[in-house]
């Protein structure tokens, strides 16, 4: 029986956890010199690929001079810090990354505080060193400081340093000597990381993520934290509330490389993956047929958003969808459950809505992407972040945000951070940056993001993770623009496009099909604007052409399914389907909206 190392890779979004798994892989030769190997073969699934983040924990594992080295690839997005959380107890340690321009940040904080309190050891690598401006020294020093704050032992404190570049395929001891591989890690990771112990004694393991295949559904992962074993085995669940069930292993595998290996049977201290156990839970722990023996419950995440899902009313529906109906909706939004560990569902008055429950905007935006490409329709609702009653006090979600800017755009920052009740904590330079750090209600942030990009002309890099619940921290005013509203149902017409360019900006271009209560784009003033768009000029009194081609219509303005997200206030909708994401008023007449708005005011 070889030793085996179970090791997680944790990091702020984007350092480049992902691309130093792959090179581990490829250093381990998983790759015949024929297979075609593209970059990050680990971000498997499509929107993986596509936004180039990790979305899902997933695990991989190499022999490295005949030891059994167990990697858990992370996602780095706040939205999903909880899943890390609850991987790494696969893990006796940990490989801290961390970006050698960028440093330390919010979700590299959070990340090794959770590791730092689960008592695993630590390897820190200091990763892009290829970057021209990069300032290893600098960010090695404000990581001890990190470790340091958050209360690392000793032992914990006294991490090894290893830097490298993922993207160039190398680690080592120095950041100025470039090696020419990554084995400077591998070696690192079997000389400081504990071997999985050998515990003797009746089978436990926790489940504690899971896979899920089209064929079989969903198989169970987990550390086997004591005892063996086997395929076929009759075991017993314990339930998290302490319930017992009877039931049978049937299918067992252990992970090799990029995929997994049937095997008969699987040791202590090494990750398994196994089907046949119904209707499991992350959490339950599987035991002894006779004797079982729960282990302690774990920590899992609770939503901290929720957002209306309804399907699509809009004079357009079904025009390219395939599943538009209510039982649709209900349908994939159940079958989602079942794999989607943080999210949840609440039925509302209506058979067309339901409440959706989810960790962030990314969180619930990868669902909805998700679903738009298996060909639904639906409409959303603004998002809500969930209010709290602790203590007979109503409290909200604070995050802490960090602002990186060019010097002369901080102020400009600071300025809308402050507008949404941001309380700036820190500013101080960093390279030819100013990092700033704001605590600011979860609230405050959904809307925000656009609002920095347009104010530092794109410059400003944005992170944000959950701090706590506090009070309540009053009003914060929402989108301050109104928007332009169209009138007709028809085809948008350049010539009235262009005739409305100086009352704002517009979100179509001529030859787009609008519908009444559409918003086509936004007013330069703070209410909304009836427009309309279809008519065509009249031809009588201008010579049809020359006048044309004066016209200089400024391109559209093309939201992403997240800014769509933010950008709506409480009486809008976005409407989605697959070739399309349109913003509509929720009530499609204009005088049904008067009423509302009166009414709402009126309250
Ligand atoms: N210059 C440079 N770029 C790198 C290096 N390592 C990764 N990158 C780039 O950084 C980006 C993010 O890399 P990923 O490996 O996807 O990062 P990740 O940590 O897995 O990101 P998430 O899973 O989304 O948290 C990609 O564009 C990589 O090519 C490096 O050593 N140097
Ligand atoms: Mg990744």
Redesign the pocket.
């Known amino acids: 029986m070889s030793e085996i190392r179970n090791i997680a ?1 944790i ?12 090179k581990i892989l490829h250093q381990c030769n998983l790759f015949r010199e024929n297979q075609a190997t593209g ?2 073969i680990l ?1 498997n699934n499509d929107l ?1 690929r596509e ?5 899902l924990a997933k695990n991989v594992s190499v022999k490295y001079k005949g030891t059994k080295i167990n990697i858990i ?5 706040a939205d999903f810090g909880g899943e890390v959380e609850r991987v790494m107890n696969m893990a006796d340690g940990v490989i801290l ?1 961390v ?2 321009f960028e440093g330390p940040m919010p ?1 590299t904080r959070f990340v090794l505080q959770k590791a730092i309190s689960a008592g695993k050891k630590a390897i820190l690598v200091i ?5 021209p401006n990069c300032r290893p020294e600098e960010v090695h020093d404000s990581v001890f400081d990190l470790f340091f704050n958050l209360e690392a032992t000793e032992d914990q404190l006294n991490f090894p340093t290893v830097y ?5 395929g190398w680690m080592g001891p120095d950041y100025k000597t470039p090696t020419s591989d990554v084995t400077h890690l591998l070696d690192v990771i079997i000389a400081n990381i504990p071997t999985a112990p050998k515990r003797e004694g009746t089978l436990q393991i926790q489940i504690t993520s899971l896979d899920y295949s089209s064929f079989i559904g969903r198989i169970a992962v987990g550390r086997i934290f004591r005892g063996i074993i086997k395929e076929n085995m009759p075991v017993s669940v314990v339930k998290r509330d302490g319930k017992i069930q009877k039931s049978r292993i049937k299918e067992l595998f252990v992970f090799e490389g990029l995929g997994k290996m049937k095997v008969s049977e699987a040791e202590t201290g090494d990750i398994c993956a196994f089907t046949g156990i119904e209707g499991f839970e992350i959490g339950d722990t599987v035991a002894d047929f006779e004797n079982p023996e729960g282990m302690p419950t774990m920590h899992i995440d609770e939503p901290t958003m929720s957002m209306l899902f309804t399907i699509n009313n809009s004079p357009f529906f079904g025009k390219d969808g395939k599943y538009v109906t209510s039982r649709h909706l209900r349908d994939r939004l159940f079958k989602e459950l079942e794999k989607n560990l943080a999210m949840r569902i609440e039925e509302t008055n209506s058979p067309d809505s339901y409440l959706v429950f989810g960790r962030g905007i990314l969180h619930l935006s990868v669902l909805i992407e998700t679903m738009r490409r298996e060909g639904y329709e639906l409409q959303l609702g603004q998002p809500q972040v969930i209010v709290k009653e602790i203590d007979g006090e109503k409290c909200e979600p604070i995050e802490v945000l960090t602002v990186d800017v060019p010097q002369e755009s901080s102020s400009k920052v600071i300025d809308l951070v402050t507008q949404r009740k941001g309380n700036l904590l820190v500013m101080e330079p960093k390279g030819d940056l100013t990092h700033i750090e704001f605590e600011i209600p979860a609230r405050g942030i959904i809307g925000l993001r656009n609002n920095v990009l347009t104010a530092t002309a794109g410059e400003a890099i944005m992170a944000h993770r959950f701090k706590a619940y506090e009070p309540w921290k009053g009003y914060i005013p929402s989108r301050i623009a109104g928007v332009l509203i169209s009138k007709d149902k028809g085809s948008a017409v350049a010539y009235s496009i262009d005739k409305l360019q100086d009352r704002g900006k517009f979100f179509i271009e001529a030859g787009e099909e609008i519908y009444p209560g559409m918003i086509i784009g936004e007013h330069i003033r703070p209410d909304d604007l009836v427009v309309n768009v279809c008519t065509e000029k009249q031809l009588t009194n201008m010579r049809a052409s020359g006048t044309d081609e004066k016209m200089r219509i400024v391109p559209k303005i093309k939201f992403s399914l997240e800014e769509s997200m933010e950008y709506i206030q409480w009486d809008e909708y976005v409407e989605i389907t697959p070739l399309h994401i349109r913003l509509r008023k929720i009530h499609l007449d204009e005088n049904t909206r008067k009423r509302m708005t009166k009414s709402v005011e009126a309250q």
């Open positions: 890779i990091a702020h979004v984007d350092h480049g956890k992902t691309t130093l798994v792959d970059e990050l971000d993986e936004r180039g983040i990790t979305i690839d992370t996602p780095g997005h990354l970006d050698a979700q990763n892009k060193v290829d970057k490298g570049s993922s993207k160039q």
